[in-house]
């Protein structure tokens, strides 16, 4: 087994490896990188512009290339969450300590950590693609909507550990979260639900114009509100991390690659659930928890490796079955139609080239985005020696074009306004924003699941009872539960003078 992998990856190589497979790659990360920069233009707007380029370019230079800018912009979001807190989806942890790391002065760490954590998950998710790929999509055929509903439930209780404020306060977030996320058409009868005659509403409210209005435009305004002078970055960088930094950073690196592999094979899953997953993981055993949420090493690197992990696995049920598992995976499967290749069972075998060249660039590209990224560490911090007055102006204007990119509508800018003057109202009131994005993601999935299981069970719950992933996932959040309620009481029970009751 390990031998014929070897000479499968061999013989990707040999086809990643050629000059021209090599410029595509190295433009795909560097596209892909700049992309992650801009608030709101993510990879989805940035493939599905690019698209048509496939036309003309050979086949596996053209997909080596998407996925290239896929992976790449995964880490130029991380860049643009830790420095300014304007995340995409896949890096909203990343604004909880990557942001605080930064208002300590320790950006050039914070930036490293993020690069190095994402090469390590990318390769390791590289060889759990190159093992497992042929049989492991098959995984997939396994889940119905039942058990994903329950994989949903699994993702709010990351709620009690994402959240840097209170419990109650992290589930009533996460609840307007969901609420949220409501808006727009029904799933099943396409009837308007919130939308107060809005007909702008009518496709629901932008993940885009809730993350940069919640976190970016929010914390824009805290600045300016706060009469503190904002002075030009001067002091020295630290990139290199000490060796007892290194040590905190490997171990958050590999459960988060660990973590991101698993869930980014998952349809549902991806990097979106794979970083509050590591985030909650890493808050739970890391020796270093209790610092975790004020400006801590692993709460970057363990989201960074999950994040680049789980955008590589998710490559793994559109080439083994031919099931995209999201709106990027549907364009990458929509290049593969284009040059007369359908991604399924028989690719590996119909297309070794292809398969196993895809496979050998993204380590490639892994390679290439250390290289780019980390030593221009220094020049992405450049940005900090420019004075707040001039640069939040321009940080608020690249914040309307990423949002009125993605649909052409002034609208969009209007919510994310909103959201922005929401989110300082939240900060203001000492309400974090991170379970809000959770409930928002996962809402909208919860209901379309749970609707699906009710349809094809005529309305029974026994469905999640009965089969059997589902009632191991609902049993697990049962006993999490009934911990947590446990330690909860014991806790409170410590903080009783002596002599009272209940």
Known sequence: MLMEVYNH???GFGHALTWQNLLFCATGCVVGTLVGLLPGLGPLATISLLLPLTYSIPTTGALIMLAGIYYGAQYGDSVSAITMKMPHASSIVACIDGYQLTLKGKTGLALFTAGISSFIGGTIAIFVLAFLAPSLGEVAFLFGPADYCALMLVGFVCVSFITT??????????????????????????????????????????????????????EIT??????EERSPFSGEIHL???????????????????????????????PVIAQFAAYAVDKKVSKYRDEIGKGAIEGVAGQAAADEAAARTSFIPLMSIGIPENAIMALMMAAFIIKGIQPGPDMISGHPDLFWGLVASMWVGNVFLVILNVP??????????????????????????????????????????????LGY??????????????????GPMLEENFRRAMLLSRGSFSVFATRPIAATLLALIAVFVLWQVIAFTMKSRKKLPVGSTW
């Open 9 to 11: 990856l061999a013989f």
């Open 425 to 442: 109202a939240f900060t203001r009131l000492g309400l974090d924003a991170a379970p809000l994005m959770l409930g928002f993601i996962l």
């Open 240 to 270: 290199i991390p000490t060796w007892q930094e290194f040590k905190r950073i490997i171990p958050s690196a590999l459960r988060g690659s660990v973590i991101g592999s698993v869930l980014g094979i998952l349809p549902g899953g991806g």
């Open 222 to 227: 805290k600045n300016l509100d706060s009469h």
């Open 376 to 421: 221009l560490v220094r020049y992405w911090l450049s940005v900090f020696k420019i004075p707040y007055s001039v640069l939040f102006p321009s940080i608020l204007f690249f914040c309307c074009i990423g949002t009125f990119s993605v649909n052409n509508n002034l609208n969009d800018i209007y919510v994310t306004a909103g959201f922005g003057f």
């Open 165 to 218: 404020g209170g419990l109650l306060n992290g589930i009533a977030m996460c609840l307007i979260g969901v609420l949220l996320g409501q808006v727009g058409s029904d799933v099943n009868s396409g009837t308007l639900r919130y939308t107060f005659d809005l007909p702008f509403l009518a496709e629901g409210v932008s993940l885009v114009s809730v993350a940069i209005g919640c976190f970016g435009i929010a």
